[in-house]
C-alpha cells in the first residue's frame, strides 16, 4: 500500500483528463499533505485522521 502522493495525484488526474474525480487516500496524517494534494489536483481526499488534521493536532494524527 502506497501513501499518497502529490506525484501520483497529479499522475492520476492527467490520465482521467477530466472524466472522473481524483480522491487522495492513504497514509495522509497532516494538514499540509492535505494541501499538497489538492494543489496537485486532487478533488477529494479521505483519511481516518480528519478530525486531528482540522483541529490542528499532528500528534494524535500520528495514532491512525
Known amino acids: 500500500i502506497e501513501t499518497a502522493s502529490p506525484e501520483s495525484v497529479a499522475w492520476l488526474v492527467e490520465q482521467a ?13 497532516s494538514a ?3 494541501r499538497a494534494l489538492l494543489d496537485a489536483g486532487a ?21 491512525y
Open 17 to 29: 483528463n477530466g472524466r472522473a474525480l481524483v480522491k487522495a487516500s492513504g497514509s495522509i496524517k
Open 32 to 34: 499540509a499533505q492535505v
Open 43 to 63: 478533488d477529494l481526499v479521505g483519511s481516518s485522521a480528519g478530525v486531528a488534521i482540522v483541529s490542528g493536532d499532528d500528534r494524535a494524527a500520528q495514532s
